[in-house]
Structure formats: structure tokens, C-alpha cells
């Protein structure tokens, strides 16, 4: 009986060993591509269809998928016309202006026009008010003419070196110590911390005010994107670092409309976070999986809206790691975006209008996804109940993320206005992380704080087509004037369309 028991608890023991061992393998091998392999999350679609079970119900036939355009070579691009010229007028040598046939003189018949870029290094200009002084004979008073305003009272520095150093840092992503390195190139003495000092100054006068008002213009949509990344902060007693969080929130996605991007830095990942920003706001949020909204969802009767691009993600790192039963149900999601792809593609080559897009979007999601989708799920729970399959695998966690988060997956099928996947807010934080690379953290709460807000005016920028120097330049000076009834017109969307 002894021995019996033994062997028992060798086998289970053995058992455990194995699935630890695989599991770790995989993980292996997934740091192994990370490191060394492709970053694309492109499959070939014929290539997963291989690892399909012949007893797996076909999902619906896909539509046709429209023949590729041939494109045609556009040649050179010219300049843009609002690009300053500088004409250049050259001429044939007098001597040169006799036909070598004939020898009579040429006339002038036209002129050929070459144009060719140059670019003019950027430099500082020092600007000197000389303003004149004028006094009374008898010494009862002195006048003098009044100076331009500026930034702050007594600056050193017009707004354009505001502009230009919160452009390069949170647009370009260039650190405090590389511009005070450029700016020591054109002879300017302009150290990190007085550089800082100008950026609160940015955050103060611009930057707060206005993210106020774009958070109540997002909050006056029906349909929001959020999405978090983490970015590592300095404890201000110097008692090392501490991992923050940026909130990423815009806007839906529509044709014609401005894209609005605000981005907020808290300290912790929690409930606090959505809470705060929301209030009282419903609507249909879409996110992720993570269970820091799930409190403001159910408080506000928010809908969830789930994203496929993070499924699919999930399946990919299953199907890299080498489980080939993730690749059918990989396959499957993939449909989903073929689906979607076409109606896209017609939206963005003005084919389709707002209300053309949202019809093909319910007719091709009723006739195909809602198919694809039960497909998926059958799939799904087949694999489920496989004994191979390890929750704590990389395909029993992508299984377990697709049951789990079933309802908000589904969502889209009844709603036309949405998106399949969060990639868009995804994209915004996307430019937090690239910057991150070069920074590396943030120096205390208030530099996270100072710098999301600035990060959301460029985001904002960039997504309205907006030069955010040229605009943080003019509203900086304007800010201080237009009333609080006014400053929705100081958006950068809203500025973008005054010009």
C-alpha cells in the first residue's frame, strides 16, 4: 500500500513537472520571438486554415473579396503650395543666344520652372524692442511706448521657444538634456530646469484649461475608447520608483469629424481612475478586458464593448508558441476582420458616407460575423474541455480571455457605429510608449501629470492635421483674452477649422 502511494504521488508529481515544463517553454519560446522574431501580427489566413478539424462545422462563406486596385504611379509629388518660395532667375549667356544653323538671334518663347527643396537649419533670433522715451520739460511725468506682451511678465523668451521646446519634447519625443545640448549649439545658455520651468508654464496658461473643455466634448459623445499603459515614475523623497499609469481617452472614429485624444496620468491602475474621468457619463465604452472598469460599467449602466484585436493577440502568442489549435480559432478571427476590412477600405476612398457605412456594416455583420462568431465559440469550448489544454498556457489564457469576456465580444454584432477592436486609443498610447524609450520615466507625479496633458494637446493636433507648434504659439498668446464662454475655440480641433 506504501508503494502504491508512492507511485502515486510520483505520478502527480510527474504530472505537475510536465505542465510547468510546457508552460515555461512556451513562455521561452515567446521571449525568444519577441527578441529575435517578426513583430507583425499578420498571418497568412491560408496558412492557418491548414490546422482546421475536418469534424469543425464551416462558418459562413465570406463575401468575394473586391479585385486590388492597380496603382498608378503618381511620379514626383510637387511641394505644397503654402510652402515659401524663393525664385531663382537664370538666364542664357548672351553669347550662347545665336543659332548655331542659321545665326540669327533667339527669341524668348517661355520659361521652364524647376523646383527643389532647401531646408533652413532652425536658429534663435534675438529680438530687441528699442522703445522710445519720452518726458515732460518741467519733470511732472515720463512715457514710454509699451512692450508686446509675453508669456509671463518680465520672460526672457517669446512664445514661439515655449512652443518649440513643448513640440519637441512631447511631439518629438526629444529629453530636457538634448535640447538644452541644441540649444547650446545656436549659443543659447538655456538649462533643463528653466527649460521645465517653461513647460509648467505651457501646462498652466494652455494645457489645463483646455483639457477641461475637451473633456466635457468627449463626455458629450456616445461611444468612447479607453485603453492604460504603464510608465514608471520617480518618487519624489527619493525613495526609488513606482510604476503610474496613462489613461488614454478619444472619441469615435468618424469620417468627416474631428478626432479628439486625451490622455490623463494616475498613480495607481484602479477603479479611481475610469471613476474620476467618467462622472456620471453613460454610453458604450470600449476596452479591454481589464476589471478596472468593471465598477464605473456597473455603477453607470455603461455598455462594454469588447475588442477583437486584443483576442487576437492573445491567439497569435498561443500559435507562436507552437499550439497548433490556436491557429483554427486564430483563423476565425481573422474572418471577422475580413469582414470588416472592404467597408473600410470604401469609407476611406469616399465611396461610402456615414450612413452608406453603418448599412453595409449591419447587412455584412448579420449575414457573415454572427456566423463566424458562433463558429468561433464552438471552437472554443471544444478546446476548453480538451485535458491537453493548460489554463495557464498560452492558449488555455487566450481561450479563457475569449469565454470570459463573451458579451462584450459580441456587442458590435447589435450596434453598426462600432469598431471590432480598441486599436485606435491603442495607437494613441502608442506614441507614449515610442517616446518612452528615449525619457525612460517620468521625474515625479506632477512631471506625469504635466506631461500627459501636453502629450493629449499633441495627440489632438496630430489627429486634426494642426502644426502643434504654430498653434501652441498663437493660443498661448490668445489664452489669456478669450473668455471662459470661449475657450472651446482654443481646441486644437477648433483652431485647426478657424484656419
Not at 473579396?65 to 514626383?76: F, L
Not at 545665326?103 to 524692442?129: A, D, L, Q
Not at 473643455?213 to 492604460?228: F, G, T, Y
Amino acid at each position: 500500500a506504501d508503494i502504491e502511494k508512492r507511485l502515486q504521488e510520483l505520478i502527480e508529481r510527474n504530472d505537475a513537472l510536465m505542465r510547468d515544463n510546457k508552460i515555461l517553454r512556451e513562455e521561452n519560446a515567446l521571449l525568444k520571438r519577441g527578441l529575435f522574431g517578426r513583430r507583425s501580427e499578420r498571418m497568412d489566413a491560408g496558412q492557418l486554415g491548414l490546422f482546421a478539424p475536418a469534424e469543425q462545422p464551416a462558418p459562413p462563406a465570406l463575401p468575394p473579396a473586391p479585385a486590388p486596385k492597380r496603382k498608378v504611379g503618381h511620379g514626383r509629388a510637387p511641394f505644397a503650395a503654402n510652402l515659401p518660395r524663393e525664385t531663382i532667375e537664370l538666364d542664357v549667356a548672351e553669347s550662347d543666344r545665336t543659332c548655331e544653323c542659321c545665326g540669327k538671334p533667339m527669341k524668348c518663347i517661355g520659361e521652364e520652372v524647376t523646383e527643389r527643396g532647401h531646408f533652413v537649419p532652425s536658429r534663435v533670433i534675438v529680438k530687441r524692442y528699442v522703445r522710445a522715451k519720452y518726458a515732460c520739460p518741467d519733470g511732472h511725468a515720463v512715457t514710454t511706448a509699451d512692450l508686446p506682451d509675453g508669456v509671463i511678465d518680465g520672460g526672457k523668451y517669446e512664445a514661439s521657444v515655449y512652443a518649440h521646446i513643448a513640440t519637441a519634447k512631447y511631439a518629438d519625443h526629444l529629453p530636457l538634456h538634448r535640447l538644452e545640448g541644441i540649444f547650446k549649439r545656436n549659443g543659447v545658455h538655456l538649462p533643463k530646469q528653466s527649460m521645465w520651468d517653461m513647460l509648467v508654464r505651457v501646462d498652466e496658461l494652455v494645457a489645463q484649461p483646455v483639457l477641461a473643455q475637451m473633456r466635457h466634448e468627449l463626455l458629450q459623445e456616445s461611444v468612447l475608447h479607453a485603453d492604460e499603459t504603464p510608465i514608471t515614475m520617480r518618487l519624489e523623497d527619493g525613495g526609488g520608483t513606482k510604476k503610474g499609469y496613462a489613461f488614454g481617452w478619444r472619441n469615435l472614429h468618424r469620417p468627416g469629424k474631428p478626432s479628439k485624444s486625451l490622455v490623463e496620468f494616475k498613480i495607481s491602475r484602479g477603479r479611481d481612475g475610469p471613476i474620476a474621468f467618467l462622472g456620471d457619463w453613460m454610453g458604450t465604452l470600449i476596452l479591454d478586458g481589464y476589471a478596472g472598469y468593471d465598477e464605473v460599467v456597473r455603477v453607470n449602466s455603461i455598455t462594454r464593448a469588447g475588442c477583437w484585436a486584443h483576442a487576437r493577440r492573445k491567439l497569435k502568442e498561443a500559435v507562436d508558441t507552437g499550439s497548433t489549435s490556436a491557429a483554427h480559432v486564430l483563423d476565425l478571427v481573422q474572418q471577422l476582420f475580413a469582414v470588416e476590412r472592404p467597408i473600410n477600405e470604401r469609407v476611406q476612398s469616399g465611396e461610402l458616407d456615414r450612413e452608406q457605412q453603418l448599412e453595409a456594416r449591419r447587412v455584412a455583420r448579420e449575414k457573415y460575423s454572427a456566423g463566424i462568431l458562433d463558429a468561433i465559440y464552438v471552437e472554443v469550448e471544444r478546446l476548453w474541455d480538451l485535458r491537453s489544454t493548460l489554463p495557464k498556457s498560452k492558449l488555455g489564457k487566450a481561450l479563457g480571455y475569449l469565454q470570459s469576456q463573451r458579451r462584450p465580444l459580441e456587442v458590435f454584432l447589435g450596434d453598426a457605429r462600432l469598431p471590432i477592436h480598441n486599436n485606435d486609443s491603442e495607437r494613441d498610447l502608442r506614441h507614449l510608449a515610442v517616446g518612452r524609450n528615449n525619457w525612460l520615466l517620468f521625474g515625479s507625479q506632477r512631471g506625469g501629470e504635466v506631461a500627459c496633458r501636453l502629450f493629449s494637446l499633441m495627440l489632438s493636433c496630430k489627429q486634426c492635421g494642426a502644426n502643434p507648434e504654430a498653434y501652441l504659439e498663437d493660443v498661448l498668446m490668445k489664452v489669456a483674452t478669450v473668455p471662459a464662454s470661449e475657450i472651446a475655440t482654443l481646441t486644437p480641433w477648433a483652431w485647426n477649422a478657424a484656419r
